[in-house]
Nanobody, 122 residues
Framework: VQLQASGGGFVQIGNSLRLSCAASGRTFSGYSLAWFRQGSGPEREIVSGISGPTERTYYTNSVKGRFTISRDNAENTVYLQMNSLKPEDTAVYYC????????????????WGQGTQVTVSS
């Protein structure tokens, strides 16, 4: 599976962006998908995920109510709609996929996209 993330950019505080992650190589129906981000620190933190088996969604507390994850299995694409963006959302955003249920741990994901930069200016 190859993942291609896109949609990042430079925006002003309060604005919106929609990230997309398209998969190729095989269908990812049934895979759990997630968005992680890496700011100035060394580790990638979970932002949001959607379970393959249940399609239940998960969000880190700092983005609840502002971000929405969704998937289109027919298009093999996962989206992250980001509204009311804040400077602390600035990071490189990565999409990831794993077989089985959702996990918040980056190490549990088998496939990764290349990252897309999101910069929110005040």
């Amino acid at each position: 599976v190859q993942l291609q993330a896109s949609g990042g950019g430079f925006v002003q505080i309060g604005n919106s962006l929609r990230l997309s992650c398209a998969a190729s190589g095989r269908t990812f129906s049934g895979y759990s998908l997630a968005w992680f981000r890496q700011g100035s620190g060394p580790e990638r933190e979970i932002v949001s995920g959607i379970s393959g088996p249940t399609e239940r969604t998960y969000y880190t507390n700092s983005v609840k109510g502002r971000f929405t994850i969704s998937r289109d299995n027919a298009e093999n694409t996962v989206y992250l709609q980001m509204n009311s963006l804040k400077p602390e959302d600035t990071a490189v955003y990565y999409c990831a996929a794993r077989s089985g249920g959702y996990s918040y741990r980056a190490a549990d994901y088998e496939y990764w996209g290349q990252g897309t930069q999101v910069t929110v200016s005040s």
